[in-house]
């Protein structure tokens, strides 16, 4: 099975600063990597997939980046609304395997 | 709108089985799959499975062979998850999700979440 890891596990930012979240594949996924914002109580929401299309609706704020193992979120300038924790998922592989994620404080 | 909606919060006791269903609406039922996703309180995502509701193929996680059955019911749109033999590590947030057909086929909707609490 594959493996994801996430770096950091949580940040400390404020709102306008630039905020960069690290996934890593144990192995190559090509691009079939995706990224969800999840809010307390809350569902997932989808934010990239296939590594950097921007869902529909969400903020151009956010990008994504990488192939192969290691991928990237980004958000340019951090809102209030996007205080939240951030997963990967790989879909390259049956099973699917979402990373550990990222708490944004 | 694509709308997932999940049943109510369980309470079971050890060694119980549990239900979920996800009554899904507003897009064509048999086009796309649907997985399940659990959350264990203050932990991250878990992914158990999925469902073909066209044909009803099934895939489960390794971990949770044996023990989990998901099943669909064409006529009403509906999904379910059954968890059996349950233990206190099964409580937790559990989620459907539907598969989206682009690249990489991320969860574009997803239900409201199912908190099932095991304790004796």
């Known amino acids: 099975d594959i493996q994801m890891t996430q770096s950091p596990a949580s940040l400390s930012a404020s709102v306008g600063d630039r905020v960069t979240i690290t996934c890593r594949a144990s192995q190559n996924i090509d691009t079939d990597l995706n990224w969800y914002q999840q809010l307390p109580g809350r569902a997932p929401k989808v934010l990239v997939y296939?590594?950097?299309v921007l869902q529909s609706g969400v903020p151009s704020r956010f990008s994504g980046s990488g192939s192969g193992t290691d991928f990237t979120l980004t958000i340019s300038s951090l809102q209030p609304e996007d205080f939240a924790t951030y997963y990967c998922?790989?879909?390259?592989?049956?099973?699917?395997?979402f990373g550990p994620g990222t708490k944004v404080n | 709108q694509v709308q997932l909606v999940q049943s109510g919060a369980e309470v079971k006791k050890p060694g119980a089985s549990v239900k979920v269903s996800c009554k899904t609406s507003?897009?064509?039922?048999?086009?796309?799959?649907m997985h399940w996703v659990r959350q264990a309180p203050g932990q991250g995502l878990e992914w158990m499975g999925w469902?073909?509701?066209?044909?009803?193929?099934?895939y489960y996680a390794q971990k949770f062979q044996g023990r989990v059955t998901m099943t669909r019911d064409t006529s009403i749109a509906i999904i379910y998850m059954e968890l059996s033999r349950l233990e206190s590590d099964d409580t937790a947030v559990y989620f459907c999700?539907?598969?989206?057909?682009?690249?990489?086929?991320?969860?574009?909707?997803w239900g409201q979440g199912t908190l099932v609490t095991v304790s004796s």
């Open positions: 998922e790989q879909t390259y592989n049956t099973p699917r395997a």
């Open positions: 469902i073909n509701p066209n044909s009803g193929g099934t």
């Open positions: 296939a590594s950097y």
């Open positions: 507003g897009y064509t039922f048999t086009g796309y799959h």
């Open positions: 999700g539907r598969e989206s057909l682009p690249a990489a086929r991320p969860f574009d909707s």
